[in-house]
């Protein structure tokens, strides 16, 4: 498959999950970062974010680690990511800890360790050192 068209359908799936998951939980994002959605929580697990008002999990962001499926890569509080914020830095290139956009490539692997897409970054080959 075309790695654009991947790509494209992994951010149409993300921007569609944030859209339904705002009204059944009352939570917006607070970055997006390619593959990476940044979200308050009322507690330091992925399925604390995943609880509706009833306590019931909801459906739209799925876990697990096939491709499509999400993955809780991290949790920061919020004194850190409102640090960021004003700092003028998206706090998705930091939730895992390091600068995942730094640390990036422009080359892209199928993954089935994405958060909520198919594809993800993955790091770059260092170069040998010759001597």
Known sequence: MNRALIID????NQH??????????GQFPLAILSDCTVYPAPGPSAP??????DGMLTTV???GISPGLCKH???RTM???????AD????GRH??????VAEGSSRWTPSTAGRNAPCRPSPSPRPSEAG
């Open 48 to 53: 604390d974010l995943l609880r509706g008002p």
């Open 79 to 85: 004194d850190w990511a409102v640090g960021l914020i």
């Open 73 to 75: 890569e991290g949790t």
């Open 16 to 25: 569609r999950r944030i859209r339904r998951h705002a009204p059944i939980t």
């Open 88 to 91: 003028h830095t998206n706090p």
């Open 95 to 100: 939730v895992k800890g390091g600068d995942a």
């Open 9 to 12: 359908t992994a951010t149409v």
């Open 61 to 63: 962001w799925r876990l």
